[in-house]
């Protein structure tokens, strides 16, 4: 069972402890608020480690992102790939950040006692709810439903421009606002995260 609720009350936390909100999200100041995680670029790791990218990929079995989890010292290590090709642009290595992101702050390493969980779909095979939630944390972490009508989000262009997504995703999620505004209605964490956008938010940095 997906944990909707929980997911978004970790995103609440999260917006609740930045000193600033503003769009793009800056996951990095995100990754700050976790004391036991780590960010690292596949490009880095090869140097570091005298081999390649490619070796990097098979090691992480992900063109894309992986997260190695340190079960002894309860440590995150986050690896992505910065590499502009294949079509991995901002808005995918944006999503592909923010879904590791999601797998830790789920305790998804810790519940299934895997030491990693790559966003291939090496997890989907054990578990699919896995990547259900950390595909619905990265969604309202990066791009919050709650917060469109405030920021005057009325097309995927919009989103993708405010939040930072590629075109694809975007389009994804602009399809889920409308179908969140036939049939939603607002619950509590929505006002909370109104609020705390209205206190710290700044207007967004558009993207071109």
């Not at 309202?140 to 405010?162: E, G, M, Y």
Request: aromatic content about 14%; proline content about 4%.
């Amino acid at each position: 069972m997906v944990r909707y609720a929980y997911i978004n009350n970790l995103i609440l936390k999260f917006y609740s402890s930045l000193s600033e909100i503003k769009f793009p999200l800056d996951l990095f100041k995100i990754i700050e608020l976790i004391p036991n995680c780590r960010y690292i670029t596949y490009q880095h790791f090869a140097e570091l480690n005298n081999c390649s990218v490619e070796e990097v990929i098979q090691i992480c079995e992900s063109k894309s992102g992986s997260t190695h989890y340190d079960i002894a010292t309860n440590r995150y290590l986050i690896l992505c790939n910065a590499s502009f090709l294949d079509n991995n642009n901002c808005g995918r290595q944006r999503w592909t950040l923010g879904h590791e992101i999601g797998h830790i702050v789920c305790n998804h390493h810790v519940i299934s006692a895997y030491n990693k969980i790559t966003s291939n779909g090496f997890s989907e095979i054990t578990n699919p709810e896995y990547e259900t939630e950390a595909d619905y944390f990265a969604a309202t972490l990066l791009a919050p439903l709650p917060l469109f009508k405030i920021l005057n989000i009325k097309s995927p262009s919009d989103i993708k421009s405010v939040f930072g997504l590629s075109y694809e995703a975007s389009k994804y999620r602009y399809r889920r606002y409308l179908r969140w505004q036939r049939s939603h209605y607002k619950q509590s964490w929505e006002n909370d995260l109104i609020r705390i956008f209205k206190q710290n938010g700044s207007p967004p940095c558009t993207i071109s």
